[in-house]
Every structure is written in structure tokens, then in C-alpha cells.
């Protein structure tokens, strides 16, 4: 970005610099699409959301005086005989991350122009967020089976479901939502909006590709949560 | 849809040659301003009733709607105080009125108050409107978000009007809906009433993120040429600002919400504790009540200056403007909005000094608070040293905004007393709480308000408001509302407690009632001055007298429109070019006592103007 030269604007180096840079006329953030510079705050908001989940949730851990269930043991999977921990939750996570890396591909496929490969690419993101959404479901209705609630729960503390199931939940309706998003997205782009700059169905906004970045901001996003709910419920 | 554009406005942005009037004379480089970054943006034009009026896109529309909107929900607050008064003051005279009744009036006038009128009308109602105008934007960024916006918000109003009619009422836990009381039984609305309470809040955070982001991208993004960011008028800085504030507290209000609903409806217990209620073990148990104070009061400090901060904005350019005087110090004024938001994030628990936390976070906040009393002493320093030596007219945009300065500087000296965990503790929840809060986010922003409802009135509807009225309405308004919390204070240092729906027999009875007749009657008189400027307003609509262009004489882009009132797209053909800040009043050598901010700099050569 600093070889580049936006209406006339030249980049100023140093601290000095980019403080003059960022107070210039016009735009703080230059060349950058509204849309993006959008789904960027969006995001810094959203990540106050999940922060207060999990941190209301280590709170809620911490001052248990109950028993926390031993994750190991609660999210195992029985294949063959054999109980595997954690075997459900590393496939998940493992196409959840590939999600990742087929959506930043589209994004750049995307912006080469190549209708057809981008595509393809966002649906199999798609594909693979519903994979993800279908894994939870059945570790949910696994979980419930077993006797878990967000009321109670009989390996120990109650809040374990309590929070397992809110916070999980909540990051699951942001994948969906996602997942939406991802296959009105694929038609778009095998149907060409985004090449013949066709407008929008409800905001009269003119198509671009940017638009599949801006989506794919959300995607990462969703995943980079992700793996902190991994690491805050699983592995702790 | 394509076919229903205007094309009209798509007009491509013309290249620098063109747009510069002087070029070829010597005054082109002192005048030259950079071509433009961004297209022209294309615009929805609503052509029936329903595109142009209710389901509008343009960002004047959406403003008046969310003025109009938030304005309904004060008079209903407005009504609510009322009827707490009548029951303190004169005890027993509304039959009707039982303790569960006094809670849920006083639960639903805090909520409204804070959230639903002064958060939107500030952000909602003078953003939408100020913020694309006083940029040079054509309108807001994301539209037709803008529009959803606006309608979450009407049905987060609507929900929470809805509460009134459900079975068991509204809630009646105090607006800051403290578990475990707030959903058990016994409490006042713990059914319907709580649970509509939390779903409207939880609209009304989803309504205003889809705005806050319109509001902030608009001014980071879609600034027009020349305006850089000190160039802003200090209503964007403050709007801007407290939106920041706003799209980081709110997730925490949105997290509370979500838990509480969940410990309500499904019987998790995020905070509730063991419970014994008439000698029984309820379901609850193990959840920690003061997580949600931690939550709530993580989104309730932000949220003081979430309303304060677009205040402190606007009431520096009403004051610069009336007073015909530059605003003292412009950087130190931008950089004690930022700072006060920022330090507002780790203030909040001094609402919590007597939850029992760890003495060592009381130290820790008192200190913070403390703190943010500096950059506020700075900001009231520079609006006294603004008037200091101003032309100045005492108006009524004047009276209102000299009404802020005064009732702004003593919530703010009782906030000093309340900052600190020993002089708070015995203070704690006694009516000296009750004047504090009022006066400083309740009187204090509702002068500005008014001052910029007269002062921006002529520029949406085209007329003056009649003056004589509005110097009754203030007056009334101003010496009222000090007869009404100054006593407070009082009141709270014998002790009375707050939230008490009656005295009974207390030892400081004889010399609380008095002054609790005079307060409600009191009360009643501001009330009722409210609707001067109702009446104000529908007297000058009919026959006020017609504003023309620019009335008061003011240099930010809002008043160089090309029409006034200004049309969709704001600015006509062609977008204004920014040279100066908006604060070039009483300019030595120059021509008038101010001088526009599209005014080059080629025309002003003589005059003693400092480059801004």
C-alpha cells in the first residue's frame, strides 16, 4: 500500500507521517472499500461480544465450588471400543480451519476475475461451514443424551452446560449465518453479479468482489473464535 | 431495482482541473485541494410515500424519525417521574399507586431516559442528521442499513412499550435490573415484564451497531475534499467518539442480556446463588450476581459518556458560534473527548465501591475516576475561555448552552465527592446519588438538547423558533431543575434513601417532607415547561418566521447546502471543497465575522487568518 499513490495522495514516512496520513481529508484508511472498513469495526465489536462470553465464562469456572467435568473425558468419542478424546472436536475444528483456507483462495480468485473457480471455491466453504454446523449438532444431541442441560449437569458443575451451550451455541449461529451468507454469495458469483456490477437485491448497492473479501473477513473471523472456544473449553 | 436509480446524482468525480475555478491565475496553488479519493456515491431517491418518509434512506429522514421516536419515549419517561413525584411528595394522594407500581415507574423512567432517549436522540437523532452535512458526505455510507436501523429501534421501543400491558407489568428491579431480584418472583414484573426488557434491549443494541457502524465509516471514509480530521466541527468529534464507546460497551449489555434471559426462561443460574425463599432450596445455584454487575456497569459507565460526549461536541460549536468566537484550544478539546473515552473504560466498577468486591479494585477505580476529572476541567476551562472576550449573544441557543456550564460544573463537583470509596460509602444509594446523576447526565445533556434543537431547528424545518417562548422554557426549565436537585443533595446527607417508595416514621421525616412537596411541585412546573416547546414547535411550523440560508451566521458545511432545507444528497451538483475549520469567527481584516469553511484561502489573503 505505501508504493501506492491514491488521488494524488503521497504517503509521509515515519510516526509523524503516519499520524498525517491518518488525519488527511477524505479517508483515514486509504483505497480501502466502505464495506471492508465496516465488517473491520464490526468485527472489533464482535470480539467484545465473544470476549465477554468467555470471560464471564472463566469467572464462572473459577469460583465454582462444584467440580468442573474433566474435558477430556466428557468430549470423548467411542470408535471400535475405543475411547478417543477429543476426536469429534480436531475434525471439527480441522474442517473449520480448511474452510478457512478455501475461502481466503476464493477471495483470491475473486479479485483475478475467475468467475467459475471462485465459485466453486465459496461453495465449498459453504459446504464445509454446514459440515461444521452438522458435527455440533450431533455433539450437542450427544451431550443432551448423555444427561448434559444448560441447568444441570452430571459430570459436575451445572454452569458447565450452562456456558458450554450458550457459548457454543452462539458461535454456532454466527457460523450459520455465515454459512447463508456463503451460499447466496456462490449464486452470485456463478450468476455474474459481481462482473456485470448487477445491484443488490434489497440495498440497491452496485456488485463487486470485494464483496466475497468482506464476507471472508466474517468467515476468519468466525474461525479465529473459534479457536479460542477450543481452547478456553476443550483443553483447559 | 437498477431502473429505479437516479442517475442524476452517479455524476462521476471531476477531475481536478475542472473543479478548480482558479486555475490558471496565481491563486491556484494557495487554493489547490486534491482531487477526490472515492466516486460520487450513487443514491436510493424514494419516489411514494412509504420510500420517501417511512421506509426512507436518507439520513435527515431517518434522523428526524429517530428524534420523533426517542422524543415520544421521553414524554412517556417524563410522564413516569411525574407519577413518582406525586407519590413522594404528597404521599397516598394517587390512589392507584402501590410500592409495586412506585418500583416499576421508577425502573421503566431509568431505562428509558438513558437508553431509549438520550442514547438515541444523541446518536440516533443529531448523528444521522449532523454527521453526513457537517462531513460533506451525500448521505450515510450503508443506507438502507440506516433504515433497519431506525426500525429496530422502533420495535425495541415498541416491546418495550409492550411491557406496560403484559401480565404482571413492566420490571420493577431498578434500571440496573440487579439479579437475582430481577427474575424472581416477588419482584414486580418478573414474568413478562423483565423478559420484554431484555429482548428490547437486546434489539435496540443489534438497531444501534447496524447505525454506530454507518455513523463511524461515514466520518473515516466519506469525508469530502479538504476535510481532514481537524477540520471536523467537535459535534462529529463527540458523536464520532462516543460511537466508539458505544459499538465496545454495548456487547457487554448484549452479553447480560443474553445470560439473563437464559437464567429466566431456561433455568441456568450465570447469576444466581444458592437461594432460599421461605425455607426452601429454589432450582438456582452457583452463579455469581456480581458478574453481572461487572457486565452491566462494563457497558453502564461508556454509557454515561456515550451521552455526555456528543454534548460536550455540540455544546463547543453552539458556544463558538453564538459567541462569535473561535473555540479555545480545538486539539486539546479533540484530545479530551478521545481521552475521556478511553479512560471510561476502566472506571466502571466505581458504581460497585459497596458490592463487597476486593477494597484493593475500590482503590483502583477511585484513582481512574479521578482522573477523568482532568481532561473534563480542560474541556470546561476552554468552553469559559471561549466566551471570554466573545461578541457574545445571549440567545436562546446561548441561554441553554451557559444552562449546560453551570449544571455540567456542579454534577461534576458531587461526582468528585461520589469517586471516592469513603465519602461514597455512607453516601451510597441516598438521593445525594439521585442529584448527582441527574445533573450531570440528565439536566446537564438535556440543555443541549434544547440548545440544539433551537439552534438546528431553523435548518431542518426552514423557520426561526419563537425566541420570547424559548427564554420562558429555559428559564423555567433551568431554575426549575435547580429547585428540584439541588434540595437533593440535601436529602441525601440526612440520609433519606433512594428508591424508597415511602418515609414512614424516620427521625428525618419533618424536614424530608417539606422539601419533597417543594421538589415534586417543582417537578411538575418543568414538566409541564416541556411543552412550550412542543407548542413552540407547532406555532413556528404554521408561522414562524422563514429561516433563509444560514441564520446564524455559522461556518460548518451544514448551512452551505444547496437548498434549506437540504434535499436528499445534501449538497446539490457538486460536493463542497473544505479549505478551514468550521471556527473562523471575528477574523481580524476580514470582510464579515466569519468566514466559511468553503471559503479558499485566495479570498481571505488579507485578513489575519491562521492556517488551519
Same mark, same amino acid.
Not at chain 2, 476535510?227 to 467537535?234: E, F, N, S
Given at each position: 500500500?505505501?508504493?501506492?499513490?491514491?488521488?494524488?495522495?503521497?504517503?509521509?514516512?515515519?510516526?509523524?507521517?503516519?499520524?498525517?496520513?491518518?488525519?488527511?481529508?477524505?479517508?483515514?484508511?486509504? @483505497?480501502?472499500?466502505?464495506?471492508?472498513?465496516?465488517?473491520?469495526?464490526?468485527?472489533?465489536?464482535?470480539?467484545?461480544?465473544?470476549?465477554?462470553?468467555?470471560?464471564?465464562?472463566?469467572? @464462572?469456572?473459577?469460583?465454582?465450588?462444584?467440580?468442573?467435568?474433566?474435558?477430556?473425558?466428557?468430549?470423548?468419542?467411542?470408535?471400535?471400543?475405543?475411547?478417543?478424546?477429543?476426536?469429534?472436536?480436531?475434525?471439527?475444528?480441522?474442517?473449520?480451519?480448511?474452510?478457512?483456507?478455501?475461502?481466503?483462495?476464493?477471495?483470491?480468485?475473486?479479485?483475478? +476475475?475467475?468467475?467459475?473457480?471462485?465459485?466453486?471455491?465459496?461453495?465449498?466453504?459453504?459446504?464445509?461451514?454446514?459440515?461444521?454446523?452438522?458435527?455440533?449438532?450431533?455433539?450437542?444431541?450427544?451431550?443432551?443424551?448423555?444427561?448434559?442441560?444448560?441447568?444441570?449437569?452430571?459430570?459436575?458443575?451445572?454452569?458447565?452446560?450452562?456456558?458450554?451451550?450458550?457459548?457454543?451455541?452462539?458461535? @454456532?449461529?454466527?457460523?450459520?449465518?455465515?454459512?447463508?451468507?456463503?451460499?447466496?454469495?456462490?449464486?452470485?458469483?456463478?450468476?455474474?453479479?459481481?462482473?456485470?456490477?448487477?445491484?443488490?437485491?434489497?440495498?440497491?448497492? +452496485?456488485?463487486?468482489?470485494?464483496?466475497?473479501?468482506?464476507?471472508?473477513?466474517?468467515?476468519?473471523?468466525?474461525?479465529?473464535?473459534?479457536?479460542?472456544?477450543?481452547?478456553?473449553?476443550?483443553?483447559? | 431495482?437498477?431502473?429505479?436509480?437516479?442517475? #442524476?446524482?452517479?455524476?462521476?468525480?471531476?477531475?481536478?482541473?475542472?473543479?478548480?475555478? &482558479?486555475?490558471?491565475?496565481?491563486?491556484?496553488?494557495?487554493?489547490?485541494?486534491? /482531487?477526490?479519493?472515492?466516486?460520487?456515491?450513487?443514491?436510493?431517491?424514494?419516489?411514494?410515500? %412509504?420510500? #420517501?418518509?417511512?421506509?426512507?434512506?436518507?439520513? #435527515?429522514?431517518?434522523?428526524?424519525? &429517530?428524534?420523533?421516536?426517542?422524543?415520544?419515549?421521553?414524554?412517556?419517561?417524563?410522564?413516569?417521574?411525574?407519577?413518582?413525584?406525586?407519590?413522594?411528595?404528597?404521599?397516598?394522594?394517587?390512589?392507584?399507586?402501590?410500592?409495586?407500581?412506585?418500583?416499576?415507574?421508577?425502573?421503566?423512567?431509568?431505562?428509558?431516559?438513558?437508553?431509549?432517549?438520550?442514547?438515541?436522540?444523541?446518536?440516533?437523532?443529531?448523528?444521522?442528521?449532523? %454527521?453526513?452535512? !457537517?462531513?460533506?458526505?451525500?448521505?450515510?455510507?450503508?443506507?438502507?442499513?440506516?433504515?433497519?436501523?431506525?426500525?429496530?429501534?422502533?420495535?425495541?421501543?415498541?416491546?418495550?412499550?409492550?411491557?406496560?400491558?403484559?401480565?404482571?407489568?413492566?420490571?420493577?428491579?431498578?434500571?440496573?435490573?440487579?439479579?437475582?431480584?430481577?427474575?424472581?418472583?416477588?419482584?414486580?414484573?418478573?414474568?413478562?415484564?423483565?423478559?420484554?426488557?431484555?429482548?428490547?434491549?437486546?434489539?435496540?443494541?443489534?438497531?444501534?451497531?447496524?447505525?454506530?457502524?454507518?455513523?463511524?465509516?461515514?466520518?473515516?471514509?466519506?469525508?469530502?475534499?479538504?476535510?481532514?480530521?481537524?477540520?471536523?466541527?467537535?459535534?462529529?468529534?463527540?458523536?464520532?467518539?462516543?460511537?466508539?464507546?458505544? !459499538?465496545?460497551?454495548?456487547?457487554?449489555?448484549?452479553?447480560?442480556? %443474553?445470560?439473563?434471559?437464559?437464567?429466566?426462561?431456561?433455568?441456568?443460574?450465570?447469576?444466581?446463588?444458592?437461594?432460599?425463599?421461605?425455607?426452601?432450596?429454589? =432450582?438456582?445455584?452457583?452463579?455469581?450476581?456480581?458478574?453481572?454487575?461487572?457486565?452491566?456497569?462494563?457497558?453502564?459507565?461508556?454509557?454515561?459518556?456515550?451521552?455526555?460526549?456528543?454534548?460536550?461536541?455540540?455544546?463547543?460549536?453552539?458556544?463558538?458560534?453564538?459567541?462569535?468566537?473561535?473555540?479555545?484550544?480545538?486539539?486539546?478539546?479533540?484530545?479530551?473527548?478521545?481521552?475521556?473515552?478511553?479512560?471510561?473504560?476502566?472506571?466502571?466498577?466505581?458504581?460497585? &465501591?459497596?458490592?463487597?468486591?476486593?477494597?484493593?479494585?475500590?482503590?483502583?477505580?477511585?484513582?481512574?475516576?479521578?482522573?477523568?476529572?482532568?481532561?473534563?476541567? !480542560?474541556?470546561?476551562?476552554?468552553?469559559?475561555?471561549?466566551?471570554?472576550?466573545?461578541?457574545?449573544?445571549?440567545?436562546?441557543?446561548?441561554?441553554?448552552?451557559?444552562?449546560?456550564?453551570?449544571?455540567?460544573?456542579?454534577?461534576?463537583?458531587?461526582?468528585?465527592?461520589?469517586?471516592?470509596?469513603?465519602?461514597?460509602?455512607?453516601?451510597?444509594?441516598?438521593?445525594?446519588?439521585?442529584?448527582?446523576?441527574?445533573?450531570?447526565?440528565?439536566?446537564?445533556?438535556?440543555?443541549?438538547?434544547?440548545?440544539?434543537?433551537?439552534?438546528?431547528?431553523?435548518?431542518?424545518?426552514?423557520?426561526?423558533?419563537?425566541?420570547?417562548?424559548?427564554?420562558?422554557?429555559?428559564?423555567?426549565?433551568?431554575?426549575?431543575?435547580?429547585?428540584?436537585?439541588?434540595?437533593?443533595?440535601?436529602?441525601?446527607?440526612?440520609?433519606?434513601?433512594?428508591?424508597?417508595?415511602?418515609?414512614?416514621?424516620?427521625?428525618?421525616?419533618?424536614?424530608?417532607?417539606?422539601?419533597?412537596?417543594?421538589?415534586?411541585?417543582?417537578?411538575?412546573?418543568?414538566?409541564?415547561?416541556?411543552?412550550?416547546?412542543?407548542?413552540?414547535?407547532?406555532?413556528?411550523?404554521?408561522?414562524?418566521?422563514?429561516?433563509?440560508?444560514?441564520?446564524? #451566521?455559522?461556518?460548518?458545511?451544514?448551512?452551505?447546502?444547496?437548498?434549506?432545507?437540504?434535499?436528499?444528497?445534501?449538497?446539490?451538483?457538486?460536493?463542497?471543497?473544505?479549505?478551514?475549520?468550521? &471556527?473562523?469567527?471575528?477574523?481580524?481584516?476580514?470582510?464579515?465575522?466569519?468566514? /466559511?469553511?468553503?471559503?479558499?484561502?485566495? =479570498?481571505?489573503?488579507?485578513?489575519?487568518?491562521?492556517?488551519?
Amino acid at each position: 500500500m505505501s508504493e501506492q499513490k491514491i488521488a494524488d495522495y503521497e504517503f509521509k514516512p515515519g510516526f509523524t507521517g503516519m499520524a498525517k496520513d491518518t488525519g488527511s481529508d477524505q479517508t483515514m484508511f486509504k @483505497g480501502v472499500h466502505w464495506g471492508k472498513a465496516m465488517m473491520w469495526i464490526f468485527l472489533l465489536s464482535d470480539t467484545f461480544v465473544f470476549s465477554c462470553f468467555l470471560i464471564s465464562y472463566m469467572k @464462572g469456572r473459577a469460583s465454582t465450588t462444584v467440580e468442573w467435568p474433566y474435558p477430556s473425558e466428557v468430549f470423548a468419542l467411542t470408535v471400535f471400543g475405543v475411547s478417543v478424546p477429543l476426536l469429534l472436536i480436531a475434525i471439527m475444528t480441522f474442517v473449520l480451519i480448511t474452510s478457512s483456507g478455501t475461502m481466503a483462495l476464493a477471495v483470491k480468485y475473486g479479485y483475478e +476475475k475467475n468467475r467459475k473457480m471462485c465459485g466453486w471455491l465459496v461453495l465449498a466453504t459453504a459446504i464445509g461451514g454446514l459440515t461444521f454446523v452438522g458435527m455440533q449438532a450431533f455433539e450437542w444431541s450427544k451431550l443432551i443424551h448423555e444427561g448434559v442441560r444448560p441447568w444441570e449437569n452430571p459430570f459436575g458443575a451445572a454452569q458447565f452446560g450452562s456456558y458450554f451451550f450458550m457459548i457454543t451455541g452462539f458461535h @454456532g449461529t454466527h457460523v450459520s449465518i455465515g454459512v447463508i451468507f456463503l451460499f447466496i454469495y456462490a449464486y452470485k458469483v456463478f450468476a455474474g453479479h459481481y462482473d456485470t456490477q448487477k445491484r443488490g437485491w434489497f440495498t440497491t448497492m +452496485k456488485g463487486d468482489y470485494v464483496e466475497i473479501e468482506i464476507l471472508g473477513l466474517y468467515w476468519h473471523f468466525v474461525d479465529l473464535v473459534w479457536v479460542f472456544i477450543f481452547a478456553f473449553f476443550y483443553l483447559w | 431495482m437498477s431502473d429505479e436509480i437516479d442517475n #442524476k446524482q452517479s455524476i462521476q468525480a471531476q477531475s481536478s482541473e475542472t473543479m478548480n475555478q &482558479y486555475s490558471g491565475s496565481a491563486a491556484a496553488d494557495i487554493d489547490y485541494v486534491r /482531487p477526490a479519493e472515492i466516486p460520487e456515491q450513487d443514491l436510493y431517491h424514494g419516489h411514494s410515500f %412509504i420510500t #420517501k418518509w417511512v421506509f426512507c434512506q436518507d439520513a #435527515k429522514v431517518i434522523g428526524v424519525q &429517530y428524534f420523533l421516536t426517542a422524543v415520544f419515549t421521553g414524554v412517556v419517561g417524563l410522564i413516569l417521574s411525574w407519577l413518582m413525584r406525586l407519590q413522594l411528595g404528597f404521599p397516598g394522594l394517587a390512589g392507584f399507586m402501590t410500592a409495586e407500581h412506585y418500583y416499576q415507574f421508577v425502573t421503566m423512567h431509568g431505562m428509558i431516559m438513558v437508553v431509549y432517549f438520550l442514547t438515541a436522540l444523541f446518536l440516533g437523532g443529531f448523528g444521522n442528521y449532523l %454527521i453526513p452535512l !457537517m462531513v460533506g458526505a451525500r448521505d450515510m455510507v450503508f443506507p438502507y442499513v440506516n433504515m433497519i436501523s431506525f426500525w429496530m429501534f422502533f420495535i425495541a421501543v415498541a416491546v418495550l412499550m409492550a411491557s406496560f400491558f403484559v401480565p404482571g407489568g413492566p420490571t420493577g428491579s431498578g434500571w440496573t435490573l440487579y439479579p437475582p431480584q430481577a427474575i424472581l418472583e416477588g419482584t414486580p414484573g418478573s414474568g413478562m415484564g423483565i423478559l420484554l426488557m431484555l429482548v428490547s434491549l437486546s434489539l435496540f443494541v443489534i438497531g444501534f451497531t447496524m447505525g454506530g457502524l454507518n455513523y463511524l465509516i461515514t466520518i473515516l471514509q466519506a469525508r469530502t475534499r479538504g476535510m481532514t480530521l481537524m477540520r471536523m466541527p467537535l459535534t462529529v468529534w463527540g458523536i464520532f467518539t462516543a460511537t466508539v464507546l458505544a !459499538m465496545l460497551a454495548f456487547p457487554a449489555l448484549l452479553v447480560s442480556s %443474553i445470560m439473563m434471559t437464559l437464567d429466566k426462561v431456561l433455568g441456568t443460574s450465570f447469576f444466581m446463588p444458592t437461594i432460599l425463599k421461605a425455607g426452601e432450596v429454589l =432450582e438456582y445455584g452457583g452463579g455469581s450476581p456480581i458478574l453481572f454487575q461487572h457486565l452491566f456497569w462494563f457497558f453502564g459507565h461508556p454509557e454515561v459518556y456515550i451521552v455526555a460526549l456528543p454534548a460536550f461536541g455540540i455544546v463547543s460549536d453552539l458556544i463558538s458560534v453564538h459567541a462569535r468566537k473561535n473555540i479555545f484550544g480545538y486539539r486539546m478539546m479533540v484530545w479530551a473527548i478521545v481521552g475521556i473515552g478511553a479512560l471510561s473504560f476502566f472506571v466502571w466498577a466505581h458504581h460497585m &465501591y459497596v458490592s463487597g468486591m476486593n477494597p484493593w479494585f475500590g482503590f483502583f477505580f477511585a484513582t481512574t475516576t479521578l482522573i477523568i476529572a482532568v481532561p473534563t476541567a !480542560m474541556k470546561v476551562y476552554n468552553w469559559i475561555i471561549t466566551l471570554w472576550r466573545g461578541n457574545i449573544r445571549i440567545n436562546t441557543v446561548m441561554l441553554w448552552c451557559l444552562g449546560f456550564i453551570v449544571t455540567f460544573v456542579n454534577g461534576g463537583i458531587t461526582g468528585i465527592f461520589l469517586g471516592n470509596v469513603s465519602v461514597d460509602v455512607p453516601l451510597s444509594d441516598t438521593y445525594f446519588v439521585v442529584a448527582h446523576f441527574h445533573m450531570v447526565m440528565g439536566i446537564a445533556p438535556l440543555m443541549v438538547i434544547m440548545g440544539a434543537v433551537y439552534h438546528w431547528f431553523p435548518l431542518v424545518a426552514g423557520r426561526m423558533l419563537h425566541e420570547g417562548l424559548g427564554k420562558w422554557h429555559f428559564w423555567i426549565t433551568f431554575l426549575g431543575a435547580y429547585s428540584i436537585y439541588f434540595p437533593m443533595h440535601y436529602l441525601g446527607f440526612i440520609g433519606v434513601p433512594r428508591r424508597y417508595f415511602e418515609m414512614y416514621d424516620s427521625p428525618y421525616m419533618t424536614s424530608a417532607i417539606g422539601m419533597n412537596e417543594f421538589i415534586s411541585l417543582a417537578a411538575f412546573i418543568v414538566g409541564a415547561a416541556q411543552f412550550i416547546l412542543i407548542f413552540n414547535i407547532i406555532k413556528t411550523l404554521k408561522t414562524g418566521k422563514p429561516a433563509g440560508k444560514n441564520p446564524w #451566521k455559522a461556518n460548518s458545511l451544514e448551512w452551505h447546502t444547496s437548498t434549506v432545507p437540504p434535499e436528499h444528497g445534501n449538497f446539490g451538483d457538486r460536493l463542497p471543497v473544505v479549505h478551514r475549520w468550521p &471556527y473562523d469567527f471575528s477574523v481580524p481584516g476580514a470582510k464579515e465575522d466569519f468566514i /466559511p469553511q468553503t471559503t479558499p484561502p485566495s =479570498e481571505v489573503v488579507h485578513t489575519e487568518v491562521e492556517k488551519t
